[in-house]
């Protein structure tokens, strides 16, 4: 099984702040099975990122990934308040895992 | 614009079966994956398992024993069940559809892995 390790556990910033979020894999996963996704509380987790580097249809341009074998990156440009959320990798390879999760929360 | 809804049992006792059903509205059930994910109070997302229009079935190492998801495809409805239930399954589940590929202007572009959309999530309390 592919293990996802996201960092840090737990990010302060201010909105307008630049945010980067890490996900590394135990081992080489292919960037177009690399998703992130958002989610606040109370509701289910929203697809931002597929395939390492492509936003979903609907998310603003402040969102982008990048990376590739076994370290990936979230960008969120200049954060907006409602960007305060926790933030999930995810692989597909002979199974599905996702990270632990990064909150980000408002410093 | 496809939407799941998820419904089913929120409060079991150890050992009972937990049995959760997905429909899909608004969209083709056939061309992909209809997962269960599970999130325990407070902590991450865990992928249960998998089934396509077709029956067949992916699920987690971890949960296989005790797992089965199975589908309707006349009434586009997926469902689990999750057997031997202790304290350790309280989680929300949701359902998901598992993307594998997409469209641009150049066609079908294939080999990718997604979940999108989600349920709504339900809450799965095992106490005695």
């Known amino acids: 099984e592919i293990v996802l390790t996201q960092s840090p556990g737990t990010l302060s910033l201010s909105p307008g702040e630049r945010a980067t979020l890490s996900c590394r894999a135990s081992?080489?996963?292919?960037?177009?099975?690399l998703a992130w996704y958002q989610q606040k509380p109370g509701q289910a987790p929203r697809l931002l990122i597929y395939g390492a580097s492509s936003r979903a249809t609907g998310i603003p341009d402040r969102f982008s990934g990048s990376g590739s074998g076994t370290d990936f990156t979230l960008t969120i440009s200049r954060l907006e308040p409602e960007d305060f959320a926790v933030y999930y990798c995810?692989?597909?390879?002979?199974?599905?895992?996702f990270g632990q999760g990064t909150r980000l929360e408002i410093k | 614009q496809v939407q799941l809804q998820q419904w089913g049992a929120g409060l079991l006792k150890p050992s009972e079966t937990l049995s959760l059903t997905c429909a899909v509205y608004?969209?083709?059930?056939?061309?992909?994956?209809w997962s269960w994910i599970r999130q325990p109070p407070g902590k991450g997302l865990e992928w249960i398992g998998e089934?396509?229009?077709?029956?067949?079935?992916n699920y987690n190492p971890s949960l296989k024993s005790r797992v089965t998801i199975s589908v309707d495809t006349s009434k586009n409805q997926f469902s689990l069940k999750l057997s031997s239930v202790t304290a350790a399954d309280t989680a929300v589940y949701y359902c998901?559809?598992?993307?594998?590929?997409?469209?641009?202007?150049?066609?079908?572009?294939?080999?990718?892995?997604?979940?999108?959309?989600w349920g709504q999530g339900t809450l799965v309390t095992v106490s005695s």
């Open positions: 998901a559809r598992r993307r594998t590929y997409y469209y641009d202007s150049s066609g079908y572009v294939p080999g990718y892995n997604w979940f999108d959309p």
């Open positions: 995810q692989q597909y390879g002979s199974s599905v895992t």
């Open positions: 081992q080489s996963v292919s960037s177009s099975y």
């Open positions: 089934i396509n229009h077709s029956g067949s079935t």
């Open positions: 608004g969209g083709s059930f056939s061309g992909y994956y």
